[in-house]
């Protein structure tokens, strides 16, 4: 299995920036692919943006021009990150890492804890 920890939500002012940091360790060679995804209050969780490993992103039309996912691989870990420029209220959601994973003919979907974005004068 991958476990997954995230941080780096808060508050922050319209216009503003914030940068999430999601952790993987564990069973990281099996990773295909990673993301960010957000859920407001009685809303879906919906796809913000996700990376391939072959490093290819797609993103949502919100999160297009304003947002950047990237990662970085360690030794034992894969960090994804999702920079986030230019703030609106509306982006305040909770906002979840994803990892999709596939070993031994099984694909694997895990999710982060959630970090709290408020976007708010």
């Known amino acids: 299995q991958v476990q997954l920890v995230e941080s780096g939500g808060g508050l922050v002012q319209p216009g503003g920036s914030l940068r999430l940091s999601c952790v993987a360790s564990?069973?990281?060679?099996?990773?295909?692919?990673m993301g960010w995804y957000r859920q407001a209050p009685g809303k879906e969780r919906d796809l913000v943006a996700g990376i391939n490993n072959d490093g290819s992103t797609n993103y949502a039309d919100s999160a297009k021009g304003r947002f950047t996912i990237s990662r970085d691989n360690a030794y034992n870990t894969v960090t994804v990150y999702l920079q986030m420029d230019s703030l609106k209220p509306e982006d305040t959601a909770v906002y979840y890492c994803?990892?999709?994973?596939?070993?031994?003919?099984?694909?694997?979907?895990?999710w982060g804890q959630g970090t709290q974005v408020t976007v708010s004068s």
């Open positions: 564990g069973r990281i060679f099996s990773i295909n692919t």
């Open positions: 994803n990892v999709r994973s596939r070993f031994l003919g099984y694909t694997y979907t895990n």
